[in-house]
């Protein structure tokens, strides 16, 4: 069968920002995870670390009123499977904060955005967590490195 | 799996047994049963999380919410856990060192 | 809270033209049609249709060699839960067919794709079903109406 | 859940015990399986689908192919199934008429 040039995997989703769809979100992400054969304790950290990182997104887009959806993409490679969470609030990167169900969030000098409970938690749940922002938007990535497949 | 909520007397504390998934979406129910049972003059509290498949940030914060205004009133809030994948989660955030945390109501009852 | 402009539940997912993918667009399409309150054989007859076109749209892709993902909306009011497929095969409506693993298949006056099998298939589980093809793809619509909430 | 398949002898039948998910992705494998038993010489097989979660039309081709090929050796093949998720689908697909549909494997056999 011939392959296509998007890796196996790819899978791309866009939610509207509502919360109950944040359970979307981690459902996709485990079933995903499972066919690169993720599971255990790796998987919960998945599974977790996907809900919060959407979840934030979801409170973003609804504090902000805005209409775009939350986009989720998933990729992953026999080392590395990577889950991207997109918002899409403008964030005026001069004035390095963005309302968060009221409470402030920081910008970073690298543009990143910071709400502390969430991204401590990521930190702990991903091998390496991405967080970029600029006036279009900011993405999450996170990143888990694999085991070598067992034989 | 959505959230479901049932609470009981067990000498001088609730037990709120949930059971389902405390996430974004279904925390601020959880919330609202703890506000009401403090509201009630409830202020000894322990929420078994024996039964809950998943539980994220804005769970966590409703807990600690919760512990604040039972605390206010001189009351408790202590968690009824054993499972890793949870317990991973209060370590990760460092609320092991905020909650007392026990392997059973029994436990956490005898432990006051 | 502020509602955005999208539906609440309206979700969209990318799948790279893999069969394993098929399964996602399955467990994705139950998921939200139980948070529009579908359950019992109409989730079954919506997990089997989805299925169907969305396997057809990946053996599509795969045997034409096309790198695009396949598409899948999924969307619902309180009277109508509604899933589209979107496949991007170049349909030549001229030359009316295209080969679908070697059994040819038949486009028919309306531009719709035919292939016998999936098609009575979905005819038989979804309410309506609604195939369109042009020059850029082949969408296959599938709704199903909602009863009205038991109170 | 992907799919497994297990395969034992009774009387002069071979009955192929599916579960899991039969689907355009895993359907290769059961057609595979089929495929073997009948170029060993058994041409009397029993398809049970009791335990199958999900069968889809790429599934049902598999069962007709091994069907087909049993025939050209003047053998049988039936289903269990008593689920009305899957017996709908071989309704719909006219498929009641063209498979023996059995409560259970010693009704299939029975049958013969
Ligand atoms: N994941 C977490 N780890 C540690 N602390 C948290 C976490 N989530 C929330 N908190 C803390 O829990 C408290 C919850 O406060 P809040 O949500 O405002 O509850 P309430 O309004 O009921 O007082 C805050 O102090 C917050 O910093
Ligand atoms: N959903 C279905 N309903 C009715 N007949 C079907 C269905 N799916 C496939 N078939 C028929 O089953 C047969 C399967 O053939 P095929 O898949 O080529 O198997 P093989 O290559 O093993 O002979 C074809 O005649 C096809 O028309």
């Known amino acids: 069968m011939p392959r296509t040039d998007a890796p196996a995997s790819a899978v791309n989703l866009c939610l509207a920002a509502d919360l109950a769809n944040v359970r979307l979100a981690r459902l996709v992400s485990v079933a995903v995870g499972?066919?690169?054969?993720?599971?255990?304790?790796m998987l919960d950290d998945v599974r977790l670390a996907v809900g919060e990182a959407c979840g934030r997104a979801v409170l973003i887009h609804n504090d902000n009123a805005l209409p775009a959806p939350v986009v989720i993409d998933i990729d992953g490679s026999a080392e590395e499977?990577?889950?991207?969470?997109?918002?899409?609030?403008?964030?005026?990167?001069?004035?390095?904060?963005?309302e968060v169900r009221g409470s402030r969030v920081e910008v970073t000098a690298n543009g990143g955005l910071a709400i502390p409970e969430t991204f401590?938690?990521?930190?702990?749940?991903?091998?390496?967590?991405?967080?970029?922002?600029d006036a279009s938007g900011t993405t999450v990535q996170m990143r888990w490195r694999l085991p070598p497949p067992a034989d | 799996m959505d959230l479901s909520l049932s609470t009981r007397s067990q000498d001088d504390f609730e037990v709120i047994e949930v059971s389902g998934e405390i996430d974004v979406y279904t925390a601020p129910r959880l919330r609202e049963a703890l506000v009401e049972l403090v509201s009630k003059g409830h202020h000894n509290l322990i929420v078994d999380v024996e039964r809950v498949e998943f539980l994220d940030s804005t769970g966590l914060g409703v807990l600690v919410g919760g512990l604040k205004r039972v605390r206010s009133h001189d009351g408790s809030l202590d968690i009824?856990?054993?499972?890793?994948?949870?317990?991973?989660?209060?370590?990760?955030?460092?609320?092991?060192?905020?909650?007392?945390i026990f392997d059973s109501v029994d436990a956490a009852v005898a432990s006051h």
Chains 1, 3 share one sequence.
């Open chain 1, 81 to 98: 499977f990577s889950v991207t969470v997109t918002s899409q609030e403008p964030v005026d990167v001069e004035q390095r904060r963005l």
């Open chain 1, 34 to 41: 499972r066919l690169h054969g993720i599971d255990g304790p």
């Open chain 1, 120 to 133: 401590a938690l990521l930190g702990g749940l991903a091998d390496e967590v991405d967080v970029r922002s």
């Open chain 2, 80 to 100: 009824v856990c054993t499972h890793d994948r949870l317990l991973k989660i209060f370590r990760i955030t460092g609320l092991t060192k905020v909650f007392g």
